[in-house]
C-alpha cells in the first residue's frame, strides 16, 4: 500500500504544482499544512538543505523541489504521462517550466515586495513574460487548435504555469494595473478558463481572493505599509 | 547525418557539463566559444533569445538551453549508457543534487568577485556545500564502495559536478584559503581523482592555471568597477 504525504502551504504554486500532478494521477495522499515561521520537524527532518515546501514522502522517503516532484510523480505512476514523448518536446516543457520558475515568479514577487520604479520594471518583465508565454502556447497548441501546452493533453508545463493564475489577481491588485489577457494574451486566456475546469485544478487552486488577502500582509511585511 | 554544435565559454561549469556528456556518449560536435564580456555572438542571441546565456546545444538547427536540460535531452537522444538512474527515486535524487550543485556556483562566486565579509561568505558557503555534498556521495556510493556520485558508473550526477573541481585552485589562491579535503571530504577528493582520469572529464576541463588566470581578470574587472 502506497504512502503518500505532502508538506505545503496552501498559498504555494510550487506546492499547487504538486497536488495537481497527484490529483491527476488518481493518487490518495495526506497532506500536511506548514508554518513557515514555525517549521514541523517533518519539514526540517525531510529537507534538511533547503528547509523549504513542498516536499512529497513516498514510503518514507523525501522528494523535494516542485519540477523534480511532478516529474517523480510522472515516473514513480507512469501511466498517462505529463511529459510529451519526444525528446525535444520534453526539453521545450522543462525549459518553459524553468522559465516560469525563474522570470515569471520572480517578477510576480518584485510585484509584491516593491514600489515605485522598481515595480514599475517588474510589471514590465512580468507582461514581458505572459507574451513569451502566449508565443510559446500558440507553437506547442498548433497556433490554439489544441487546448493546452501539452497539445490535446493536460502534461507537465500546464501543470507547472496553471498555479500562478491564483495570483494573477494579486499582481493586478497590488501593481495597480490589469493584465491585458482578452486583447493581448487570448490563448492563455482561453488556457486558463479550459484549465480552471478540471477537477485536480479546482480542487488544488486556493480563491484569488484569499492569496489577494495573504499578498497585502506579505508586502506589508516588506514595506512596512 | 547528425549536426551538433555547442555555444559555451571554456570556463563554464555548465558548458563543460554538457560537452563531457557528448563525449561520453561519443557524439561529435562543433565547438563555438562565445565572448561573454565582450560581445555575444548573433547566433547565440538568436537561438538563446530568453537568457541568452551559455551553454546551448544546438541539434540540426534545433536550439536546447540550460545546462541540466540539455544533458537530459543529450540522455535521451542518444539513449544508450544512461546517466539518469532507472529507477523514479534515484533519478529524483540525482536531478534534486545536480539542481543544488548548480546553485552552488552563485553561493561561491563571491569569493572571487568579492572581498571582505562577503569573500569569506563564499568561503564558508563553499565549505558547507563541499559538507552536503560528502555526505551525499557518502549515501550514493554505498558508503564509498561505489567509485561515482551515479554508483558503479560515471552519471548524471558526476558529470554535473566535475566540472567544478577545475575551480578549487583558483578559490583557495584567491581566498587565499586551503579547501581541507583529505581531512574533511576524503570521498570527494578520491572521487575528483577518479573523474578525472577519465577521457571525456580530461579533454573537457581546462587546466587549474587556465581558470585561475580567468579568475583574476574577472576579479580585477569586477573590483574595479
Not at chain 1, 522543462?94 to 510576480?108: E, S
Amino acid at each position: 500500500m502506497d504512502q503518500v504525504k505532502v508538506l505545503n502551504t496552501w498559498i504555494s504554486p510550487f506546492g499547487m504544482r504538486v497536488l495537481i500532478g497527484l490529483e491527476e494521477k488518481g493518487v490518495k495522499y495526506e497532506y500536511q499544512e506548514e508554518v513557515l515561521s514555525n517549521k514541523s520537524e517533518l519539514l526540517l527532518q525531510m529537507n534538511p538543505v533547503h528547509k523549504k515546501i513542498p516536499v512529497l514522502i513516498h514510503n518514507s522517503r523525501p522528494v523535494c523541489e516542485s519540477l523534480i516532484i511532478l516529474q517523480y510523480i510522472d515516473e514513480a505512476w507512469g501511466f498517462t504521462q505529463f511529459l510529451p514523448s519526444k525528446p525535444y518536446d520534453r526539453a521545450l516543457a522543462r525549459f518553459w517550466a524553468d522559465f516560469t520558475d525563474k522570470k515569471f515568479y520572480d517578477a510576480g514577487a518584485r510585484i509584491i515586495k516593491s514600489k515605485d520604479e522598481a515595480q514599475e520594471q517588474a510589471k514590465r518583465d512580468l507582461l514581458e513574460s505572459f507574451q513569451l508565454l502566449e508565443g510559446i502556447l500558440k507553437e506547442m497548441s498548433a497556433g490554439g487548435s489544441l487546448p493546452f501546452f501539452g497539445g490535446k493533453d493536460f502534461g507537465f508545463l500546464d501543470i507547472a504555469f496553471i498555479p500562478f493564475t491564483s495570483w494573477f489577481h494579486t499582481y493586478e491588485s497590488l501593481g495597480n494595473f490589469k493584465i491585458p489577457l482578452e486583447s493581448e494574451y487570448p490563448l492563455l486566456d482561453a488556457w486558463v478558463k479550459k484549465c480552471m475546469e478540471r477537477d485536480s485544478v479546482k480542487k488544488a487552486l486556493p480563491s484569488p481572493d484569499k492569496v489577494l488577502e495573504y499578498a497585502i500582509q506579505l508586502r506589508k511585511g516588506f514595506l512596512g505599509d | 547525418m547528425e549536426q551538433v554544435k555547442v555555444m559555451s565559454t571554456k570556463v563554464s561549469p555548465f558548458g563543460m557539463s554538457v560537452l563531457i556528456g557528448l563525449e561520453e556518449k561519443g557524439v561529435k560536435y562543433e565547438y563555438q566559444e562565445e565572448d561573454l564580456l565582450t560581445k555575444k555572438s548573433d547566433l547565440l542571441l538568436q537561438m538563446n533569445p530568453v537568457h541568452k546565456k551559455v551553454p546551448v546545444l544546438i541539434h540540426n538547427g534545433k536550439p536546447i538551453c540550460e545546462s541540466l536540460i540539455i544533458l537530459q535531452y543529450i540522455d535521451e537522444v542518444w539513449n544508450f549508457n544512461q546517466f539518469l538512474p532507472s529507477m523514479p527515486y534515484e533519478r529524483a535524487t540525482a536531478r534534486f543534487w545536480a539542481d543544488f550543485a548548480n546553485k552552488f556556483y552563485e553561493s561561491v562566486a563571491p569569493i572571487v568577485k568579492s572581498k571582505g565579509e562577503d569573500q569569506e561568505q563564499g568561503k564558508r558557503n563553499l565549505l558547507e556545500r563541499l559538507q552536503l555534498l560528502e555526505g551525499a556521495l557518502k549515501e550514493m556510493s554505498a558508503g564509498g564502495s561505489l567509485p561515482f556520485f551515479s554508483g558503479k558508473d560515471f552519471g548524471f550526477l558526476d558529470i554535473v559536478f566535475i566540472p567544478y573541481a577545475s575551480f578549487f585552485h583558483a578559490f583557495e589562491t584567491i581566498g587565499n584559503f586551503k579547501i581541507p579535503f583529505e581531512s574533511e571530504y576524503p570521498l570527494l577528493d578520491a572521487w575528483v581523482k577518479r573523474c578525472i582520469e577519465r577521457d571525456s572529464v580530461k579533454k573537457v576541463l581546462p587546466s587549474f592555471d587556465k581558470v585561475l588566470e580567468v579568475a583574476l581578470h574577472l576579479r580585477k574587472k569586477v573590483l574595479v568597477d
